[in-house]
């Protein structure tokens, strides 16, 4: 898994306010390795100064401990924070092989570690693990409080995690959303070099939806555009444009039309 640049996009299907905080897109201690689970945190930070005040303890770090120290903020409004693409520094050592900081993603919210949690920052808490739950394809299981996978930690104080866990699953299963992109990616095919079928076409009316196909790609075809859309043939101009699609999301540029090609090429 690559920097993971999809995160903000991911982050604002929650309707919570986000802001993308500078260079986010290429912070981390190398890139994400995998993505298995989620581990909720809470910052320990000041009691008051704003919305939050811990944003540049857990972009850079702090003595003994570089930054990023986690993928995402969450303010005392509900507002997200992007803060970093590849892997942060939040659970070490983990009693979770699913929760290590090469396979999950951290959330850092602002608390005291005693202060009640606003309404707004708690629900905003839980879109946001449904949210990355649906984009990574994990069940709400895989949403762990921080003291869960790392027995000397507190984190995050007072929210019983069987609670938060039934909410996000109750987001997860709720909408179209969720049913549209489990049941259409498991049914789609894989797209290689040198298939020939009709999926090839949708791949090629996808892409060029997705504002992917130059002119140049089809200007020496007699017929044009249409031509092209209508070959069957997976090519390799055709799986050339593939990769620099996947290389725009962040996914791995395999040039393959396969599970995680497929959902943002149809937007599912
Ligand atoms: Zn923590």
């Known amino acids: 898994m690559p ?11 929650t309707g919570s306010p986000v802001t993308e905080v500078a260079g ?15 581990v909720c945190h809470h910052t320990a930070g000041p009691a008051g100064g704003g919305d939050y005040p811990s944003l540049a303890v857990v972009r850079d770090g702090r003595p003994g401990l570089d ?8 303010g005392r409004s509900g507002r997200i924070y992007v803060i970093a693409a590849g892997r942060c520094w939040h659970n070490a050592p983990s009693t979770s092989p ?39 394809g994990l069940p709400a299981s895989r949403v762990k409080a921080h003291r869960e ?27 179209p959303d969720a049913f549209w992109t489990e049941e259409l990616v498991r049914n789609l095919p894989v ?19 997705r504002g992917h196909v130059p002119p140049a790609a089809y200007a020496d075809l ?3 555009l249409r031509t092209w859309l209508e070959s069957t043939v997976a090519d390799e ?22 599970p995680e090609t497929w959902p943002p090429l149809l937007r599912v």
Request: aromatic fraction near 8%; charged fraction near 20%.
């Open 3 to 13: 920097f993971l640049t999809q995160l903000a996009d991911v982050a604002r299907r």
């Open 24 to 38: 986010w897109r290429t912070r981390g201690h190398g890139p994400q390795p995998e993505v298995q689970g989620v």
């Open 67 to 74: 930054g990023p120290l986690s993928h995402f903020g969450l």
């Open 98 to 136: 699913w929760h290590d900081n090469s396979s999950s993603l951290g959330i850092e919210a602002e608390n005291n570690g005693t202060q009640p949690w606003p309404a707004a920052q708690r629900e905003s808490y839980v879109r946001l693990c449904a949210e990355l739950c649906r984009a990574f």
């Open 149 to 175: 996978v790392n027995t000397a930690k507190p984190d995050p104080h007072s929210i019983d995690m069987n609670d938060f866990r039934a909410s996000v699953a109750a987001i997860i299963k709720s909408g």
């Open 191 to 209: 797209i290689r070099l040198g298939d020939d079928n009709y999926d090839v076409k949708t791949v090629r009316g996808c892409l060029f939806a």
């Open 222 to 224: 007699p017929g044009g």
């Open 237 to 258: 101009g055709l799986m050339a444009l593939v990769s620099a699609f996947q290389q725009a999301r962040g996914l791995g540029a395999d040039g393959v039309v396969g």
